[in-house]
């Protein structure tokens, strides 16, 4: 989805994106940008702190360079089937924006729909384009049929645009914390690989609000765009199924999937066959963690499950089984009491960085590729069907020097196998 919101944008003229991500994602956003051959910047929030100051910080080192650019602030995990319409309202918005406007991008609403914001239309200003009367809560159903009935209000997308010092200039003037604190955060920052890292300590003490409170519910210079595009916020697997396309009987199933009687069900199974029978109305998520069963009307209370593993510190909480790296990717596919095995892919021209280990020896085997070894001194070029193997203590590296991925099996043993025991001698 964040691949597809990228693509929605190719023919607009516009320049590399800016990426505002927590920094637990940072390598999974990487590889999806490097998937689809896309440069960004890419700004790690230490901590989420809501939409405002994400925006802020996209605007602050938007005009680092002097420059006063437009910003089109888009959600990556928004759907758009009507691309087209979709760059016809952007357009739109981009003669507003230039004037100074804060425009806030309304959805034309099909039916009552209860799990948006909507946003009360005022004086049309130009085709299509409206002053904001009024922002207003998710509705119960029978306000949002008054809603849809009297045509004047929208769905909030959640998508803005708007010159960058016209933001921060808004955001000085209402939600003044907010500017100091990523002013602040922009002003020590630290540029990791391909990341931008900011001020830890100035961007915790900035207040956690979105950009509709803390800017576009009090500005006077807020207009709406009308857009018709097939657009959703896709919030939930419920919504996910809103959207795609079913087959005869209603379900949505990708994957490994077999069904029997099964009816408006949502299954999705990447890693391993799932046979649902005599289901109806469900939705069910196999992944590398875990899997989720859940009628597709309760499918919001999966936060309480998040709350529960928490709060039992479960290792589902804490990690992922695949985990995406700098070089290219680890998963965890068995473990016990003194090993672990994990599979790992090297990109072409990737490499690990140096590092040792104080608890635990590797064994490595080469499935498809070729590896350059780095171990103490030594360098080894060993290739597919061979295997090498890295003592307790021993400084190594794996690097991928070759045109195509690098797939092999590393073998852990040892007393403790946890990730905190390395010691690395470069950054990775």
Avoid at 283 to 309: C, G, H, M, P, W
Avoid at 353 to 366: D, N, T
Avoid at 399 to 420: A, F, M, R
């Amino acid at each position: 989805m964040l691949q597809s919101t990228i693509g929605r944008i190719q023919g607009l003229q516009a320049s590399d994106p800016i990426i505002i991500t927590n920094e637990e994602h940072r390598f999974i956003v990487a590889e999806q940008l490097r998937q689809i051959g896309t440069k960004a910047k890419i700004i790690l929030e230490p901590i989420g702190r809501n939409t405002a100051p994400a925006i802020a910080l996209a605007a602050f080192s938007a005009m680092e360079s002097g420059d006063d650019p437009t910003l089109l602030v888009l959600a990556a995990d928004h759907i758009v089937k009507d691309v087209q319409a979709f760059q016809t309202s952007v357009k739109k918005a981009i003669e507003e924006a230039e004037q100074g406007k804060l425009v806030t991008f309304g959805i034309v609403p099909h039916k009552a729909e209860t799990g948006y914001g909507y946003i009360h239309r005022g004086t049309e200003v130009s085709l299509d384009v409206f002053e904001v009367n009024q922002f207003v809560e998710k509705p119960d159903y029978e306000t949002a049929q008054k809603y849809l009935d009297s045509g004047e209000f929208y769905w909030n997308s959640g998508c803005f645009m708007f010159k960058a010092s016209t933001y921060l200039k808004e955001l000085q003037t209402f939600s003044p914390e907010i500017y100091l604190y990523c002013q602040k955060s922009v002003q020590a920052i630290d540029y990791d690989l391909d990341f931008i890292r900011v001020d830890k300590k100035e961007f915790m003490q900035c207040p956690d609000d979105s950009v509709d409170y803390a800017v576009m519910e009090h500005t006077k210079h807020a207009v709406v765009v009308s857009m018709d595009a097939g657009w959703s916020d896709v919030g939930s697997w419920s919504a996910l199924w809103d959207v795609s396309d079913k087959d005869e009987k209603g379900n949505v199933s990708i994957g490994d999937v077999i069904l029997n009687d099964t009816h408006d069900s949502y299954i999705y199974a990447p890693n391993k066959l799932v046979a649902a029978v005599g289901i109806k109305g469900m939705v069910v998520i196999e992944t590398k963690d875990a899997v989720l069963v859940a009628q597709k009307n309760n499918v919001q209370e999966v936060k309480n499950i998040v709350e529960q593993l928490k709060e039992d510190d479960r290792a589902e909480f804490r990690e992922h089984r695949e985990v995406y790296r700098p070089w290219g990717k680890s998963d965890a596919i068995d473990k016990g009491g003194r090993y672990k095995v994990n599979r790992i892919t090297v990109e072409p021209g990737k490499k690990q960085s140096l590092q040792m280990h104080y608890h635990r020896a590797e064994h490595w085997v080469v499935v498809s590729g070729t590896a350059k070894v780095t171990f103490d001194s030594q360098i080894k070029v060993i290739t597919e069907n061979q295997s090498i193997y890295i003592p307790v203590g021993v400084s190594h590296r794996i690097e991928n020097p070759g045109k195509i991925p690098l797939e092999l099996i590393e073998i852990q043993s040892g007393s403790y196998l946890n990730e905190d025991d390395v010691i690395r001698f470069e950054k990775n």
